[in-house]
């Protein structure tokens, strides 16, 4: 989703521009047609149009829309900076401290294994 903006920003499904001008009665039957056709084939679509139209004030859709987006935005945010702060830390320094442990080991052993042949 490249567009944080715009819930709706899928290519195959309705912008919010054409949802607000179908739920006000302001397209041309062959839009109107158009609309419901995609109303039939997408339950997203279908259900969108019954969210708007259970709307009383129409007029006011927009506003709803635009709040809802600012929330949504909101989420992302909090939500990115949970995962940022979940993130582990850089592993160099124990995976240095790991491979050292282990050498120290093995040269101890090596030591060990000389001395007592001797």
């Given at each position: 989703m490249s567009d944080i903006n715009n819930i709706l920003n899928n290519d195959?499904?309705?912008?919010?521009?054409?949802?607000?001008?179908?739920?006000?009665?302001?397209?041309?039957?062959?839009?109107?047609?158009?609309i419901e056709i995609k109303m039939v084939n997408s339950a997203f679509v279908n259900d969108a149009v019954e969210g708007?139209?259970?709307?009383?004030?129409?007029?006011?859709?927009?506003?709803?829309?635009?709040?809802?987006?600012?929330?949504?935005?909101?989420?992302?945010?909090?939500?990115?900076?949970?995962?940022?702060?979940?993130?582990l830390p850089s592993m160099d320094w124990i995976i240095t401290a790991v491979v050292i442990v282990l050498l120290l080991c093995v040269l101890g052993y090596t030591v060990l294994h000389l001395y007592n042949s001797k």
């Open positions: 195959d499904e309705l912008s919010e521009e054409m949802l607000l001008k179908y739920a006000l009665g302001n397209l041309t039957a062959e839009e109107r047609h158009a708007i139209d259970a709307f009383k004030n129409k007029k006011q859709v927009q506003q709803y829309m635009d709040e809802l987006n600012r929330q949504l935005q909101k989420q992302t945010k909090k939500k990115k900076k949970y995962k940022a702060r979940r993130k």
